[in-house]
């Protein structure tokens, strides 16, 4: 079955950890991207990548960092920069830009 | 400026009624494509439906349809007899010139049976 895999489905972090979220998809798809979503509030990008190798920041990129070395895999670590990391993180993948976005079934990230 | 608004926090329907989630936008884009997302419980978000600006026709897609006023700005989705797998959240989303989506803070549907 094609799709989009986010694991852990639960994330604890400590006060000064990194942590990494996974997204893995087996779309063929070549942009992938991250959002944050918040209680009561619609989803804001973090990052996105249209190649591998290449990613753009989004409107709230402080405080988290990406990788694309592979097509399939966008993983996204939340620093400890990031100071209200508690949030749903949700990854999406496209065909290419400004395509359809699909997603996959989110993270969801406490701090401890 | 809010760029989607949402006016709808909440919603009850019954079962079998047809549902209009109100979605209006702000943009000064002529090329702009608008979405609409479905996050139940689990989290996932499933796409639903999409309509783009020059589309002449209102988007369709099985009990789901797009009813798209350009001029008023605006982009209801229209669920025709409702059933209790309906209840969710329900996201419009728009994509601007630069592709990036902008979205909605969301509608809580609920169906009662």
């Known amino acids: 079955d094609g799709g989009i895999t986010q694991s852990p489905k639960y994330l604890f972090r400590k006060e000064g950890q990194n942590v990494t979220l996974s997204c893995e998809q087996n779309?063929?798809?070549?942009?992938m991207y991250w959002y944050r979503q918040d209680p009561g509030q619609g989803l804001r990008l973090i990052y996105y990548?249209?190649?591998?190798?290449?990613?753009q920041k989004g409107d709230i990129a402080e405080g988290y960092s990406v990788s694309r070395e592979k097509k399939e895999s966008f993983p996204l670590t939340v620093t400890s920069a990031q100071k209200n990391p508690t949030a749903f993180y949700l990854c999406?993948?496209?065909?290419?830009?400004?395509?359809?976005?699909?997603f996959g079934a989110g993270t969801r990230l406490s701090v401890l | 400026a809010q760029k989607i608004t949402q006016t709808q926090p909440g919603m009850f329907v019954q079962e079998k009624e047809a549902v209009t989630l109100d979605c209006t936008y702000d943009?000064?884009?002529?090329?702009?494509?608008l979405f609409w997302y479905k996050q139940p419980s689990s989290g996932e978000m499933i796409f639903l439906i999409y309509?783009?600006?020059?589309d002449e026709q209102n988007a369709t897609e099985g009990r789901y349809s797009l009813n798209f006023q350009k001029a008023r700005k605006s982009a209801n989705l229209v669920i025709s007899a409702s059933q209790l797998g309906d209840s969710a959240m329900y996201f419009c989303?728009?994509?601007?010139?630069?592709?990036?989506?902008?979205w909605g803070a969301g509608t809580k549907l609920i169906i009662k049976p």
């Open positions: 309509q783009g600006s020059y």
């Open positions: 779309l063929n798809h070549d942009a």
């Open positions: 943009t000064s884009d002529q090329s702009y494509g």
């Open positions: 989303a728009m994509r601007e010139l630069n592709y990036q989506l902008i």
């Open positions: 999406a993948s496209s065909m290419d830009r400004g395509n359809i976005q699909y």
């Open positions: 990548s249209q190649i591998v190798n290449d990613f």
